[in-house]
Structures are given as structure tokens and as C-alpha cells.
């Protein structure tokens, strides 16, 4: 049944796609889509008609919904017969407020994924954000995953764009891949577009009115402006604006405009975003998901940040999944990060996550400094009754690992949930 509502749902995608011809930019990256489609569609919205993906619809039943412009129905029938229907009224009238831009996030699980992604909507804009080891149980190697990811720019017409985050040296790697024009962003390195001089404003207390998040200075070509981000604190946030940076110059928009229009933009769910915590605490809720190249990048923004005094950093690390021959060695990476970045108090959180203990204790953590737990329940707990005023908690695991409960144990507004927590919805409470 699966199998038959998606080619449906690909046949009506591109029969609406045909009719309407919007311009198409498609994401993909093993880290930093979701934070990329939003800062674009931030950018992007003052002067376009634009749609993003919806939610976290990014596979082969999600990318059409998006074009078509309506919620899954899960299983009822009748919810899908009212889809079919708003998809015959798209097809047979003409919809003014169709977008003109489609902003389509793509997300590879397995060999192929992008190639049938890219063929329901062939992309004008390919944005590659990343390319690492995420799913890489059904890829074996990097350079399988590599391939993959580079289907996007590959099938990029001359008067396309490829746009390509080189500071990560594998996407750096692929840009002779392309016939499309190649347009650049990076912190470290050069680039069309860069962010530089990054400072973090980070409140010293949990009081009302203290304004915190990210400066940079945006430049493109001896051209700068300064940007403010706010609520956001992760290099992983610069990134995401830069990749909508990016596009804006694509588009013809001046610095100033994308500075200003960046403003509005704010991390998704459970991707580094910033949450008061219990007794006066601060939490980076980074629960979404994660593999070893996203948590390094997480540490690192909690290494960064300037604790009150007599404060401690905590990292609570679950498992990361789907990670098969490198899961043990990825897993204690993350651990010598921990330990790189001058993290206080190491919680981990599974059986996978074990290894990132024996990778912090291998790097000089104090065993008296790392706890393990089989099961959120008890490591919220524990962090409930361990935490003080001032105290940072960063929170990242896989999907499968349900990190985001132990962040509502220790959320100072926890009936908020539902609003700030991933997975809140009903599917998620069986």
C-alpha cells in the first residue's frame, strides 16, 4: 500500500510541478538541512512566494505533500481522498498564490534516495551542506554516502547553481562534480560568502530581558554587514545563515537586506536551541539527532561559552545510530571532544554511548566526572537532582535515543513541551 501511494503522490508532484514551474532549490547534508531550509526561506520570504518543506517532510511521501501543500493524512483514508482532491483542484485551476520558490529539503537514508527525489523535482539550486557519516549502516563507506550526496549537483542544468559549504573538506572535494555554476560559503576557509569574527552574547543569569544569541560579520567579495542572530549560539546556526546568504546574493538581494532579514531567523526543534532549564540553568536542547561530526560541533559551542563562576558544563550524550563499522570509534571521538573542550561533567545515555565514556576517560576525564545510564528516565533524574544555578547542560543524541525526555525533565517550563520539544506528537507517545 506504501509502495502505491508513492508513486502516486511522485506522478501528482510532478504534474503540479509541470503546471506551475516554480524555481526549485534543493538541500541535502548528513547535518545542517533543516537549519539551511530555514534560514533560506527567512531570506528569502521579504521578496519571494515562497514554501518551504513542511515539517520534517523530506522522503519520497514528504517531498510531495510539500509541493502539493497540505499535512499528511498518517492512515485515514478519508484524509487522503481530501488530498487527492485539493491536488485535482491544483491541477485543473490555476492557484495565484502558488509559490514561486520551492525550498525542498532532501534526505538520503539509502542508496538512491536522492536520484528518485531529484527526479519528482528536478532542482534549480542544489545546496549541499555536508557530507558525513550519517546512515551510514546502509552506505558501508563515506565515499558511498559522497556519491550519493553529489547526485544533487550533478543533475544541475549549466544555468543552475551548486551552492557548497567548503569548510567540509568532502563537499569541498565535489566541486569539479558539477556543470551548474558553484557558489561557496565557509567560516574557516574562503569563499563567495563568509562569516567572520563570530562572538557569542550568552546571558550570565536565567533573568528576563537579558537578549542573548550570535554576531558575525557577513562578507561577499570585500562587501560585509554585520549580522545578529538571535537565540541562536552554534557555529552550526552561522552556518545555516550562510547557506541562506548564499542564496540572497543568487537572488540578487544586498548584504543589508539578508542582515536584516536573518534576524528572523530561529533553529529548528532540538537543533541546538537554547532552553531555561530548572534552578536558574541554561540547556542547549540538541536532541534532534545526531552523529559524530554534529556532536563534535556541539561541544565545541558549549566550549565556548563563558560559564558564571563555580558553574559546570554538563554534555548528556546518547547513542548515535546507524553509524556500522565506525560506531565504536565515532562514538569515543566524541568523547576526546568532551574532554578537548574543557566539559565539566560527562552523562552518557545507552550501550552505543559507552564508548564515548571509555573515549573521554582514554583522553584524561576523571571517572568521578563521567556517569552512564541505561535509560533517560534515570539520567534525568539524576541531572534533576545534580544541577545547580548557572550550570549548562548541552542534550544530543540520535532520534532513536528520545534524549528530548530527559530535556523535559529538566526544562524550567516543562507543560511547554508540546511547542519547544521534538517528537511531542501523538505518534511519538506509544
Request: aromatic share 6%.
Amino acid at each position: 500500500m506504501r509502495s502505491l501511494l508513492q508513486t502516486i503522490l511522485k506522478i501528482l508532484a510532478k504534474l503540479i510541478l509541470a503546471k506551475y514551474k516554480p524555481e526549485i532549490i534543493g538541500i541535502t547534508g548528513s547535518v545542517g538541512k533543516t537549519g539551511a531550509k530555514e534560514a533560506i526561506y527567512s531570506v528569502l520570504t521579504a521578496k519571494f512566494k515562497v514554501r518551504q518543506s513542511l515539517k520534517n517532510y523530506n522522503n519520497e511521501i514528504g517531498l510531495p505533500l510539500t509541493v502539493i501543500g497540505v499535512e499528511s493524512s498518517s492512515r485515514s483514508l478519508l484524509g487522503w481522498l481530501k488530498i487527492f482532491f485539493v491536488t485535482i483542484k491544483l491541477l485543473l485551476k490555476h492557484d495565484q498564490d502558488y509559490p514561486k520558490i520551492l525550498i525542498l529539503e532532501m534526505a538520503v537514508d539509502r542508496p538512491g534516495d536522492l536520484d528518485y527525489l531529484t527526479d519528482i523535482a528536478g532542482c534549480n539550486i542544489g545546496v549541499i551542506t555536508s557530507i558525513g557519516e550519517s546512515h551510514l549502516e546502509y552506505f558501508e563507506t563515506l565515499e558511498n554516502i559522497k556519491i550519493e550526496k553529489v547526485t544533487l549537483i550533478r543533475k544541475l542544468a549549466r544555468d543552475g547553481w551548486a551552492v557548497l559549504n567548503v569548510d567540509d573538506n568532502r563537499v569541498r572535494s565535489v566541486v569539479k562534480e558539477t556543470k551548474a555554476k558553484v557558489f561557496t560559503y565557509a567560516i574557516d576557509g574562503e569563499a563567495d560568502v563568509s562569516g567572520k569574527e563570530i562572538r557569542i552574547r550568552f546571558p550570565s543569569t536565567g533573568a528576563d530581558g537579558e537578549e542573548f544569541g550570535l554576531s558575525f560579520k557577513l562578507t561577499n567579495h570585500g562587501s560585509f554587514a554585520p549580522v545578529f542572530l538571535p537565540n541562536i549560539i552554534s557555529k552550526a546556526g552561522v552556518y545555516a545563515a550562510l547557506a541562506g546568504a548564499a542564496i540572497g546574493v543568487i537572488k540578487g538581494l544586498n548584504l543589508v537586506e539578508i542582515s536584516q532579514s536573518l534576524r528572523k531567523y530561529d533553529s529548528p526543534k532540538g537543533r541546538m536551541k537554547f532552553l531555561s532549564g530548572i534552578k536558574n540553568t541554561f540547556i542547549i536542547d540538541d536532541t534532534y539527532n545526531a552523529s559524530p561530526t554534529s556532536s563534535v560541533l556541539a561541544l565545541e559551542t558549549l566550549g565556548n561559552i563563558a560559564a558564571r563562576p563555580g558553574a559546570y558544563k554538563y554534555a548528556v550524550l546518547g547513542d548515535m545510530l546507524e553509524l556500522g563499522v565506525l560506531s565504536e570509534p565515532g562514538h569515543a571521538a566524541v568523547g576526546r571532544a568532551a574532554v578537548k573542550n574543557k566539559i565539566d561533567k560527562l552523562i552518557v545515555v545507552g550501550e552505543r554511548s559507552r564508548d564515548i565514556a571509555r573515549g573521554a576517560r582514554n583522553a584524561g576525564m576523571k571517572d568521578d566526572n563521567i556517569f552512564h545510564f541505561a535509560t533517560t528516565a534515570e539520567a534525568g533524574k539524576f541531572i534533576q537532582a545534580r544541577i545547580k544555578i548557572g550550570d549548562i547542560i548541552l542534550v544530543k543524541g540520535s532520534q532513536g535515543a528520545r534524549l528530548e525526555k530527559i530535556v523535559q525533565a529538566i526544562m524550567a517550563e516543562p507543560l511547554r513541551a508540546g511547542e519547544l520539544l521534538v517528537r511531542q506528537g501523538r505518534e511519538w507517545k506509544k
